[in-house]
């Protein structure tokens, strides 16, 4: 059985500290480390994003039409920028981690695969959109669904500014830690007459003890 629809999706991303001596990335998110006073950094990132959207097989040939054909959708993305991260720590123990990094994307391309289909042709030649339809009949229409490849073509939106930041809470206690992080990407493209936008939020809760 098909897929209906398959997403993919890859962020990389790589950052360098300039207060890397007070300033601990690793203490507010993969606590491999203690941070035991406030400390800031600038930071320098560079950020590479690629997505894949597709549902162009024949069981989603309704779909693709009413996307005017265009039945899946690649994005590239590569970009560097400039932030600042933050760790304060109000008492004992505690750690409250926040970092921005905008970032100017300099690769920015989308591949769209456009696709034929049947649809209009099974429509005019049935008026079951004009009576009450058994499942049957539904599941009979569906099966003779079908699509073929037309046009690739890819597109350059040019420079955008995308957002990256990410927000910890680490407690520490004796050997053990509690942390709770979240981190927030958008994606921006763009064409004469079309904008798209894709977020991306992850949230991530553990517990551990350092040996």
Not at 28 to 39: E, H, L, N, P
Not at 41 to 56: C, E, K, P, Q, R
Not at 82 to 107: D, E, K, N, Q
Not at 125 to 148: A, C, K, P, V, Y
Request: hydrophobic share 40%; with cysteine; proline share 2%.
């Amino acid at each position: 059985m098909e897929d209906p629809i398959k997403v993919r999706a890859l962020i990389a991303n790589a950052y360098y500290l300039l207060n890397g001596k007070r300033f601990s990335y690793a203490a507010a998110y993969d606590q491999s480390v203690v941070q035991k006073r406030s400390s800031g950094s600038l930071l320098a990132g560079a950020m590479y994003f690629y997505a894949s959207i597709d549902y162009g097989t024949n069981s989603n040939a309704d779909l693709v039409y009413l996307m005017h054909g265009l039945g899946r959708l690649k994005m590239w993305q590569g970009g560097v920028g400039l932030g600042y991260a933050y760790s304060w720590v109000p008492t004992r123990g505690l750690l409250i981690s926040a970092m921005a990094v905008p970032m100017l994307t300099f690769v920015n391309k989308v591949k769209g695969y456009a696709y034929e289909t049947n649809v209009l042709e099974l429509l005019e030649g049935s008026d079951f959109m004009n009576e009450e339809i058994t499942d049957e009949q539904w599941d009979s229409w569906h099966d003779n669904l079908r699509i073929t490849p037309s046009v690739e073509k890819t597109y350059n939106s040019g420079l955008t500014m995308n957002l990256d930041l990410r927000l910890s809470v680490t407690y520490n206690f004796s050997r053990y830690f509690m942390n709770c992080n979240g981190e927030f990407n958008n994606f921006r493209v763009r064409k004469s007459t079309t904008n798209g936008r894709l977020e991306n939020w992850v949230v991530n809760a553990s517990f551990g003890v350092r040996l």
